[in-house]
């Protein structure tokens, strides 16, 4: 589905991805894991066209996404979570929601994704007429989910979505990705807390200061020596 | 995308139809003490002040869509009127003795003004709009200088001296309305998809961007409708002055409007209409200490910012429907009262 090939990325001077290649198949939960400045973030702002790379390819169902503007990207059904919970903090939550389904003319089917919505998040259905920027954390990330699943997309880039939770929310937010996954959404997550993004990963990459060093099945991966001494503290 | 075209629910009706009232009823007041001649050898010295503070009113209008709406502070505004004067008074200049009646030269004028204002504002919003914050505002500044130097330079606008000669096509009574027009249309413009959409650009553009939105067009659009708004206020104020100099539209006259705006409460329409009232008429007021213009305008900025740091109004609009239901309430509430205390 989605098919990276020799990316490289820099930021002036300064390489942050070199020749990373990577692939998510129709139907996966593929989690990009790795340290602070590892580039993890980099390469998901490279796949929604955000950054533009140096060399190497992106290609999106057949589609190559180098060339194409980020707000064009969500009509491939491909929808972004960025991270640290980018909501609009000054709209309600329905707001919020409806900027989610920009790209969807149709106002009856705005109100019907808005209704799927509302219930498989009831909590935010309570506080639909607040201001998004009032929610606790964890709703704020439920919203920020919910407002990318506002586009039916058929895949999913979640970026960071435990970061700032308390670790009660953090099995919220990965249970919602779980079940997210089984309604056939594909799933990119990118985690520095490699445990739980391990434990519902079909597959995994470990991303080290640009490059790739591991990769293989999430399974494998959990019991990895050298995950296991890097990324999991035991 | 007409937002004209939607169909509107009763209540907003309702409220269009108190507002159209409101309007009437202070245009009525006015036609009332002009015409009566209450003011005396003063009415045409108070009607000027009138005038002035409704194009200053579309002036600061448009300039809140940028830094209210938007979120990216410009201070090039004059800039822009300066480039729908001068385009307005060329253009009614060359049409003046072909038989078009004053009213439609009028309106060829502002419509010329706003579109080549317009115009400009894509030209430089295409490039300058991939800067934020302090940067923007730098290019901006500049955009005004250049124009004001290309104005000083041009044979066509003066060669440096005062274009003068302009027909007195302004007269309070047509600007008026124009700037209801013009206020109308900003506030229908920030009330619909459009002004949602730019909001969300403000709030998080990377979110934004997630979202489908494409924030260089909807930036470009709102920087080319304020422009197109200053083009226009710049063709009332050509034909209200008849006589102006590329120097009048300097980086201090830019400042003002901005300060303007962040008195009357950036994000607030309502906000900029009574700060631009007041701000324009106060310095006629006080004609005496009129150098000390800006330095009062520095004092009030400065206790707005400690005390109200959002503007006098914030981002609240100020409604005249909201107004009426709650006296209706009150008087309803009065009568039951009334009722309980006779039985």
Known sequence: ?234 | MNPLNIKMPKEKKVSYVINIFGVLAIFLLLVLVFESNFLGGRTTYIKGICTTACYTIIMVASLNLLTGFMGEFSLGHAGFMSVGAYSSAIVTNALIGSGIPNFFLFLIALIIGGFAAALTGIAVGIPALRLRGDYLAIVTVAFAEIIRVAFCNFEVTGNGKTMSGIARLSNFYWVFWVMVVCVTIMYMFVRSRFGRTVKAIREDYIAAAASGINVTFYKVLTFTISAFFAGVGGAIYAHYMTAMIPTNFNFMYSAEFLTQVIIGGSGSLTGSIIGATFLSALPEAMRQFSQYRMLAYSIVLVLVMIFRPGGIFGTYEFSLTRILKKLLAKIKQHKSDDKEKHS
């Open chain 1, 1 to 234: 589905m989605l098919t990276i090939k020799d990316l490289s990325v820099s930021y002036g001077a300064i390489h942050a991805i070199h020749n990373v290649s990577m692939e998510v198949k129709d139907g996966e939960i593929v989690s990009l894991i790795g340290a602070n400045g590892a580039g993890k973030t980099t390469i998901l702002h490279t796949i929604t066209g955000l950054k533009k790379a140096n060399s190497g390819s992106i290609l999106y169902d057949g589609t190559d996404l180098q060339k194409m503007d980020p707000s064009k990207i969500i009509q491939l059904k491909m929808a972004h979570v960025p991270e640290g919970r980018h909501i609009f903090p000054d709209m309600t939550v329905v707001e919020n929601l409806e900027m989610g389904a920009f790209i969807i003319k149709n106002k009856d089917e705005i109100k019907q994704k808005e209704k799927e919505i509302f219930e498989r998040f009831p909590r935010l259905k309570e506080r639909r007429k607040q201001l998004a920027g009032t929610l606790s954390g964890g709703e704020q990330q439920m919203l920020a989910v919910g407002r990318a699943l506002m586009s039916s997309p058929k895949m999913l880039l979640m970026d960071e979505p435990s970061m700032g939770l308390s670790p009660l929310l953090v099995k919220d937010i990965f249970n919602i990705i779980k079940e997210v996954h089984k309604q056939g959404i594909t799933v990119l997550l990118v985690e520095q807390n490699a445990n739980m993004a391990l434990a519902i990963s079909d597959r995994a990459y470990v991303l080290e200061t640009g490059n790739i060093t591991i990769t293989g099945n999430a399974r494998e991966l959990l019991n990895d020596e050298r995950v296991k001494k890097a990324y999991l503290g035991q």
